[in-house]
């Protein structure tokens, strides 16, 4: 079994297949960040609130994103995943 596809949680800490999680992405090269789609720096948050109220409490997405993630991008994970 390989971990290729594999992704952890920036919430949790949980390792499973990279479908599981809600992407959260940085694009390049204007640094706006999206849900699902583009290409540049990416997070992954499992798509449950606790989860997604925890990565706000601690801003672990804006930690890992490398930048700060507003308040909208966490009221649309909450509502999408």
Do not use: H, W
């Given at each position: 079994m390989t971990k290729k596809n594999y992704r952890r949680c920036v919430s949790c800490g949980l390792i499973a297949p990279k479908n599981h999680f809600c992407r959260v992405v940085r694009n390049f090269p204007d640094h706006k960040i999206t849900l699902?789609?583009?290409?540049?720096?990416?997070?992954?948050?499992?798509?449950?609130?606790?989860?997604?109220?925890?990565?706000?409490k601690k801003k672990r997405?804006?930690?890992?994103?490398?930048?700060?993630?507003?308040?909208?991008?966490?009221?649309e994970l909450k509502t999408r995943c």
């Open positions: 699902d789609q583009g290409m540049g720096r990416s997070a992954y948050i499992c798509p449950n609130s606790e989860c997604i109220a925890i990565a706000k997405l804006g930690r890992a994103l490398r930048t700060m993630v507003s308040a909208e991008i966490y009221e």
